[in-house]
């Protein structure tokens, strides 16, 4: 059993930049890929980023390549998502999930664990 929980997100300015942290407990996170996934109002939950398990591969959504940066430290059993350039259709709840295989992927299915999200919100 895997739990997640996530922070840092806020409010701020287009252009501004937010880290996200996703903290977990429970055994084996090292081995976990871990994505980060974003749901904005009256929209689906999208992917975001993903990170395998050792951190040598990672993947991103179009629309955040270039501007968000996925890194996690398995010593403090934490990922990160660094997010800069923001605009306002990054407004979302962002949610971190794990996944058991340890292998990025963009995929919402093939996540075992899911956090409680984290708003973020981008004022034009």
């Known amino acids: 059993q895997v739990q997640l929980v996530e922070s840092g997100g806020g409010l701020v300015q287009a252009g501004g930049s937010l880290r996200l942290s996703c903290a977990a407990s429970?055994?084996?996170?090292?081995?976990?890929?871990m994505g980060w996934f974003r749901r904005a109002p009256g929209k689906e939950r999208e992917f975001v980023a993903a990170?395998?398990?050792?951190?040598?591969?990672?993947i991103y959504a179009d629309s955040v390549k270039g501007r968000f940066t996925i890194s996690r430290n398995n010593a403090r059993n934490t990922v990160y998502l660094q997010m800069n350039s923001l605009k306002p259709e990054d407004t979302a709840v962002y949610y971190c999930?794990?996944?058991?295989?340890?292998?990025?992927?963009?995929?919402?299915?093939?996540?075992?664990?899911w956090g409680q999200g984290t708003q973020v919100t981008v004022s034009s």
């Open positions: 990170i395998n398990w050792s951190g040598g591969t990672t």
């Open positions: 999930a794990a996944e058991h295989a340890g292998w990025a992927s963009r995929r919402s299915s093939e996540y075992d664990y």
């Open positions: 429970g055994r084996s996170f090292s081995s976990y890929a």
